[in-house]
């Protein structure tokens, strides 16, 4: 690896088409007038796997890194036998990220989140002192802390109180990772909130969620696992959605497999799913609305705390902007599909009854959307579906293992002042 070089691209503004140079961290055309994505171009328009000794960055000719850090691993794909049997389906393909060693696959912190994490990390320049600033609902965090604390680069994470129990690690962390968390009763929305205001700070940068192609190109490593394995593009992508940049990532990378022509040339349909009764997504899509419907805050923050997938509830997602999930849905003939607490958790047991791993809430979400659409007759028993496993293996992970649980320095009330908070996290680092 030590002839590792970084992949040639340039970037691509979705709303106008304008081609321009990445300038280290560029998150937005500061030349368009409407909310938009921008695009990584690759100049490698086949993509040449690497071996496995490079973990996730086996997929570095489609990754905008810099470097190659250490510890990572990369999704593994692999054609189901008894779940595909029982659902009655002749090409059911697993794509799964989390800590399942029989699988060939080893995510210490159990989530795909990781394939954001070291691929956000590794655009990041080496000499870069300012602090990432990250906020998540918790496996984002977990994820983060994870590569951060491995990789020595400053980090300041912002999490509801209610979901701090999901910022465990098999091994201390390094004091480069910092959390702050907003009260009790807050939501992914207040975190975000709280760490706008950190940013206010010039010592501090956003790490920039969907906007970041590093972000969006790491999690579409899990397509391109797929892609490689199976030999073909899936003719159906399923996938519980907080924010739906992953669903993006994946009608981005299955455009560049289009590109590369060895693939085919179809369009997956992306069949997204919520969880019930956080669905503001369900909700737009069904009134055919681009734009996102009110959503009173406090039913928000209510409906948050009632379904068991708290990782998919963000109020405020990428998904009427240019190149966002909107366009995504339409332009692969996709729809959004709602599982309630009690679908999923059939759904949980089912999988680690039939493929041998235990599943977070959300990959349950799918996959219970998924045997709703079996069920409902409205998907090709022969069709080739990849089922998006976006997190697994927590029990074997944390078997025999001592935990350590990230506490935050400081837990802020909802309404805070802004001052506040930048003088209290300058003073953290």
């Not at 040449?48 to 905008?64: I, M, Q, R």
């Not at 393909?93 to 080893?106: C, D, E, F």
């Not at 073909?232 to 924010?243: E, L």
């Not at 599982?339 to 791993?357: H, I, Y």
Request: charged content about 25%; glycine content about 6%; some cysteine.
């Amino acid at each position: 690896m030590e002839n590792f070089k970084p992949t040639k691209y340039t970037l691509s503004c979705v709303a106008t088409g304008r081609e321009f140079e990445d300038q280290e961290w560029t998150l937005e055309d500061r030349e368009c007038k409407t909310p938009s994505l921008v695009r990584a171009l690759y100049e490698k328009k086949q993509l040449e796997v690497k071996s496995d000794e490079y973990g996730f960055y086996k997929y570095c000719d489609w990754l905008p890194v810099k470097r190659i850090l250490s510890g990572s691993s990369a999704p593994v794909t692999y054609r189901s036998e008894e779940l595909a049997k029982y659902l009655g389906l002749s090409n059911l393909w697993i794509t799964l990220s989390g800590y399942a060693p029989k699988h060939g696959v080893k995510m210490s912190t159990c989530s795909f989140k990781e394939t954001e994490a070291y691929s956000v990390c590794a655009r990041i320049d080496e000499n870069e002192d300012r602090v990432l600033v990250v906020a998540s609902a918790g496996n984002t965090a977990r994820a983060f802390a994870r590569v951060c604390s491995d990789n020595n680069i400053k980090l300041l994470l912002a999490v509801p109180s209610d979901n701090l129990d999901a910022l465990w690690f098999t091994e201390p962390l390094n004091d480069c990772v910092k959390l702050i968390a907003c009260d009790k009763g807050g939501d992914y929305f207040d975190a975000i909130n709280l760490s706008n205001m950190a940013l206010k700070s010039s010592k501090f940068y956003a790490e920039g969620g969907a906007k970041n192609i590093a972000r969006r190109d790491g999690m579409a490593t899990t397509v391109m696992s797929a892609v490689t394995t199976i030999g073909r593009i899936p003719d159906y992508y399923f996938q519980a959605v907080g924010s739906g940049t992953g669903a993006i990532a994946a009608w981005e990378a299955n455009m560049r497999f289009i590109e590369d022509g060895r693939y085919g040339d179809n369009l997956m349909k992306l069949i997204v799913s919520q969880n019930a009764p956080f669905v503001p997504m369900f909700d737009a899509w069904r009134a055919e609305s681009r734009e996102m419907l009110p959503y009173d805050a406090k039913k928000a923050r209510r409906d948050a705390e009632l379904i068991d997938a708290k990782v998919l509830s963000n109020r405020r997602p990428p998904y009427g902007l240019a190149g966002g999930l909107y366009d995504a849905l339409k332009a692969t003939g996709g729809d959004v599909v709602v599982a309630t607490n009690a679908q999923a958790r059939r759904a949980c047991k089912l999988f680690k009854e039939l493929e041998g791993v235990d599943i977070y809430p959300a990959p349950g979400v799918a996959l219970a959307s998924l045997i709703k659409m079996v069920e409902a007759g409205s998907i090709d028993k022969d069709a080739c579906i990849m089922l998006n496993i976006t997190g697994a293996g927590e029990e074997a992970a944390k078997k025999n293992r001592e935990l350590y649980y990230l506490k935050p320095s400081k837990v802020f009330p909802l309404t805070v002042d802004v001052d506040e908070v930048v003088s209290y996290v300058e003073s953290l680092f």
